[in-house]
């Protein structure tokens, strides 16, 4: 017995032990993707090259496995994609754990100085469609079902030439529904006004540096609305979205007031962040400053790369999670729906401090764990040539944080693996559950650098669910639905269908839930764009369930 | 005859007529740090300038100069008498390193890093050079190799006790900023005992910053009080005070402080952003709307560049 108690007592000692659940392996060379992201820099300091590295997951083949497109930059100043190591590309899964480089098949190679990417059925034949963003140039791929893609830029009139301004320079795109028409609408962030040529020059000349945003001028965002014909028409002016002169990185998309309607978040970089409130009848208004959401607690602008806009605290709000630059600290924003609608709680979560000394690029509030709490995951890396004056790489390794059910996320990152901790210039993260474990997994790019895939081997027996929408009356993906499922406990977890996540880049559409220990939803509740209500009983856990609407 | 009589009086009448000047212009240039050091910045400058007046070649009236002029605040005259300094004297440290000096407090950033940083190349047993790098890195927000560098800068040796207290503020601030919140907690906790820096409000505001930022919001508002007390017009100690006071819910002080805040500095963006929320968590909407339209005009003027 005193042996017992001598032996058991360091144990009581110690600090408790916390394991991290979340653990990743990369795998992208050996699932057969190779693909670096060229920027085409020559010591000209470009802005341009800093902001590439957008990346889609979709299934463009139906094949109920998820495929990567990655999106890639192009000679400077030409702009031109003048060599196949400048081409996006897109590596179909082979559902075996393997992908194969189906780019040029596919017609997916591009033009121009490609940014981000956004994918969706925008016109209802069931096949994902994809949407490029870009320098001077946005692009519209027609799924046409046949493992191939047709450009109708053109005829869909998304060129992304403004009447005013010109040739834009857009970073990312968001699909949303604007009027719940069932017709997918689109959103482009355009970032500032910039020329190769006019390119202005900062830093003394024996030591140049990239220009900070404040030496371009801003730019308004578009809005198109889907016609339903394979046109869209720019809204822009008469939606109220073109009234806010804005720097646009990140688009995210949910309807934070609950009043059914999709409302649209834009990170700024260095200004005020947007909230456009959908008001219906295809009006917004700009309401980031009065919803407390525009500027960090400090009434500081931030800048701000990605954001994901998803609930965080299971409270059946949509919250707001923004990447930004070393020493701002990325932003949390909980949905309160009082008055203002969103409290900072950066530094109440544990925030502030994990993350003052990370800049970050792509950003995606998921279940890594599948515990029922919703995680986050960070793409890092600080801008190349500021290493000197921050005293640490510009390389670093991503983060992932844990929600520990409290307010608190935590950093487990140096915990997630060995492969988790390899540095780099990461940039756009698009995240889905590539080997369908249900455990969901991260494509992230990097400048000048291989794209990571990687992998989630978390570790336990977490059940999950997950569910594919398809919309009869609402657009076909379903995009703009929320979802509730009810556990056997009472617990109630809330999510809803986007493909608008991170930084210039756009996730899987399957709406997921970690149940944790539960092995079914008692209760599943969707709220479709279209009004309807659909209403789920005693669905198993551990599959991808698909679901009509009625 | 004429000449030797001529070169006589020549010899005698010069070492009379150069003796009282010599002595002169260094009584002068005494008298006219002496007052600079007491803060008669207008006479000061006043002896200094009759001195240059009279012996223009005369560098060390220059370096006086342009120190008070550091002293009074005013880094841009410094920065054209030292420039001026500098080329007369070429590559003299003293001289490079009081210029270097004003472009930091003009933060002219790379003109600053780049003489500091030359000077350093030259003798990287500088300390006053690193120390001036340090607080170069640290106001642009640099704060890792602000840390470095001021590392650098310290001498074991130095009597200079009120550098050293700054150095320590410097340090702890930056570590705030780089994560290391504990050693920052320990050095802070140390220097509040120190009778340099117990007062000083940039201090003790990030000290409050970090208390806040560990959950400690009834110690930081001991902290911002004491600010405050040293500063009685330190309007960011108002905002920070409604902003904690925000945190705490106590919404009705968190307001009086921050519009007090503004009345120090009505064009301070910070307290109006917190307006924004509180007053509509009190559903004083109409003002909020006043505020937020306020920040909104703000920005236009501010943020959005220029076309080029």
């Given at each position: ?10 144990l009581?000692?110690?600090p ?15 699932s057969?993707i190779?693909f ?5 820099a020559?010591?000209d300091f470009h802005?341009?090259?800093?902001m590439v590295?957008g ?5 463009y083949?139906?094949d ?5 497109f ?22 179909r899964?082979?559902?075996d754990g ?5 780019t040029e098949?596919a017609?997916?190679a591009g033009?121009?100085?490609?940014m ?11 096949f994902v469609?994809?949407?490029?963003t870009g320098?001077n140039r946005?692009f519209?791929?027609?799924n ?20 005013t ?5 857009a ?12 017709l997918?609408?689109?959103f482009?962030?355009?970032?500032v ?15 140049r540096?990239?220009c900070?945003?404040s030496a ?10 889907n016609n339903?014909?394979g ?12 009234k806010?002169?804005g ?26 962040n947007f909230?456009?409130?959908?008001l219906?009848?295809g009006?917004f208004?700009e ?5 407390g ?24 709000r949509p919250?707001?999670?923004v990447t930004?630059m ?5 932003l ?5 729906g009082?008055?203002p ?5 950066t530094?109440?979560f544990?925030?502030s ?30 801008f190349?040539?500021l290493q000197?004056?921050l ?28 492969d988790f901790?390899i540095p ?11 080997d369908?474990?249900?455990r969901v997994?991260v494509?992230?790019?990097a400048?000048?650098g ?10 336990g ?7 594919k ?7 076909r993906?379903g995009i ?10 009472g617990k109630t977890?809330y999510?809803?269908?986007t493909?608008?996540?991170?930084y ?13 220990a539960?092995t ?12 309807r209500?659909?209403?789920l ?8 369930f ?5 | ?8 009086v020549?010899?005698?009448?010069t ?11 260094v ?18 400058e006043k ?26 605040g ?6 054209r ?12 440290r003293?001289?490079?390193r ?10 002219q950033f ?12 030259g ?10 790098l340090?607080v170069?890195?640290?106001?642009n927000?640099?704060f ?5 560098d ?8 130095s009597?200079d ?7 320590s ?6 570590w705030v900023?780089?994560g290391r919140?504990?050693?920052a907690e ?8 120190d ?12 000290f409050?910053?970090?208390l806040y ?14 600010a405050?007390?040293a500063r009685?017009?330190?309007a960011?100690?108002y905002?920070?005070?409604?902003k904690?006071l ?13 519009e007090?805040?503004l009345?120090?500095i ?5 307290p109006r ?6 007053y509509?968590?009190?559903g004083?909407?109409d ?9 909104h ?5 501010q ?5 080029h």
């Amino acid at each position: 017995m005193k042996l017992y108690r001598i032996f058991l007592l360091p144990l009581l000692l110690c600090p408790r032990f916390e394991r991290a659940q979340i653990q990743f392996e990369e795998i992208a060379e050996r699932s057969g993707i190779h693909f670096k992201l060229e920027n085409g820099a020559a010591g000209d300091f470009h802005q341009v090259e800093l902001m590439v590295g957008g990346v889609a997951t979709f299934d463009y083949n139906n094949d109920g496995c998820t495929d990567i497109f990655l999106t890639n930059g192009a000679a400077l100043p030409s702009l031109k994609k003048d060599s196949p190591k400048y081409y996006n590309r897109l590596f179909r899964n082979n559902c075996d754990g393997s992908f194969t480089d189906v780019t040029e098949k596919a017609g997916l190679a591009g033009e121009g100085y490609s940014m981000g990417a956004a994918a969706a059925d925008y016109d209802n034949d069931g096949f994902v469609d994809l949407f490029v963003t870009g320098v001077n140039r946005n692009f519209l791929y027609r799924n046409k079902g046949d493992g191939t893609f047709e450009d109708v830029t053109e005829t869909a009139g998304l060129t992304g030439v403004h009447p005013t301004y010109g040739k834009m320079w857009a970073i990312a795109a968001a699909w949303i529904d604007v009027d719940n028409d069932g017709l997918l609408d689109l959103f482009v962030t355009n970032y500032v006004g910039w020329d190769p040529l006019t390119e202005p020059t900062c830093g003394p000349r024996e030591h140049r540096f990239y220009c900070h945003p404040s030496a371009y001028p801003g730019r308004p965002n578009q809005l198109f609305r889907n016609n339903g014909n394979g046109t869209f028409t720019d809204i822009s002016e008469q939606s109220g979205i073109a009234k806010s002169i804005g720097k646009g990185m990140g688009v995210a998309v949910a309807d934070y007031d609950g009043d059914g309607r999709t409302d649209i978040f834009v990170a700024n970089d260095s200004m005020r962040n947007f909230l456009f409130h959908n008001l219906g009848g295809g009006k917004f208004e700009e309401v980031g400053l009065m919803a407390g959401i525009a500027l960090n607690e400090d009434g500081r602008p931030v800048a701000g790369m990605g954001v994901d806009f998803r609930d965080f605290d299971n409270d059946g709000r949509p919250d707001v999670a923004v990447t930004d630059m070393i020493n701002d600290s990325y932003l949390l924003f909980r949905n309160s729906g009082g008055s203002p609608f969103f409290d900072d709680v950066t530094t109440a979560f544990g925030f502030s401090v994990a993350t003052r000394r990370l800049t970050g690029w792509g950003i995606g509030i998921y279940d890594f764990d599948n515990d029922g709490l919703k995680d986050i995951f960070s793409a890092n890396a600080h801008f190349p040539g500021l290493q000197e004056y921050l005293a640490v790489p510009s390389a670093l390794p991503n983060s992932v944080f844990r929600n520990l059910g409290n307010g608190v996320f935590r950093n487990v990152s140096a915990g997630a693996g060995r492969d988790f901790q390899i540095p780099g210039q990461y940039r756009g993260a698009a995240f889905a559950d590539l080997d369908g474990d249900g455990r969901v997994d991260v494509v992230v790019t990097a400048l000048d650098g291989l794209a990571r895939i990687y992998r989630n081997i978390s570790p336990g027996k977490a059940h999950w669910l997950a569910f594919k929408l398809t919309g009869t009356k609402s657009n076909r993906d379903g995009i703009g639905a929320t979802v509730s499922v009810e556990l056997p406990n009472g617990k109630t977890l809330y999510n809803q269908v986007t493909t608008s996540v991170g930084y210039a880049s756009s996730s899987e559409l399957p709406v997921r839930f970690g149940l944790g220990a539960g092995t079914m939803a008692k209760r599943v509740r969707i709220r479709w764009p279209s009004g309807r209500i659909q209403v789920l009983a005693n669905i198993p856990a551990d599959q991808l369930f698909e679901v009509r609407e009625p | 005859m004429h000449i030797a009589t001529f070169a006589l009086v020549l010899w005698s009448l010069t070492p009379k007529a150069q003796a009282p000047a010599t002595m002169d212009r260094v009584e002068q240039l005494q008298i006219a740090d002496s007052q600079c050091r007491l803060k008669q910045f207008q006479e000061a400058e006043k002896t200094y300038k009759r001195l240059l007046a009279v012996f223009p070649e005369f560098t060390e009236a220059l370096a006086g100069l342009g120190r008070c002029y550091l002293t009074m605040g005013r880094a841009s005259d410094a920065a054209r008498v030292f420039s001026e300094e500098v080329r007369r004297t070429g590559e003299d440290r003293q001289a490079n390193r009081d210029l270097a000096h004003a472009l930091v407090d003009l933060n002219q950033f790379f003109p600053a890093e780049h003489l500091l940083k030359t000077l350093l190349a030259g003798d990287d047993r500088d300390k006053e050079s690193w120390y001036y790098l340090g607080v170069l890195m640290y106001q642009n927000g640099y704060f890792g190799s602000a840390d470095a560098d001021l590392e650098k800068s310290i001498d074991p040796f130095s009597t200079d006790a009120a550098r050293a207290t700054q150095v320590s503020i410097y340090r702890a601030v930056c570590w705030v900023h780089l994560g290391r919140t504990k050693e920052a907690e320990a050095l802070m906790t140390t220097l509040a005992k120190d009778p340099n820096a117990q007062k000083d409000p940039d201090l003790l505001l990030v000290f409050a910053q970090l208390l806040y930022e560990t959950n400690r919001p009834g110690m930081a508002l001991q902290r911002i009080d004491q600010a405050i007390l040293a500063r009685p017009d330190l309007a960011m100690g108002y905002f920070w005070r409604g902003k904690v006071l925000y945190s705490l819910g106590r919404l009705q002080e968190a307001a009086t402080a921050e519009e007090k805040a503004l009345q120090m500095i009505p064009e301070f963006p910070y307290p109006r952003s917190l307006l924004v929320k509180i007053y509509q968590a009190q559903g004083r909407t109409d003002k909020a709307a006043v505020q937020a339209e306020w920040l909104h005009a703000y920005e236009e003027h501010q943020n959005l560049g220029t076309p080029h």
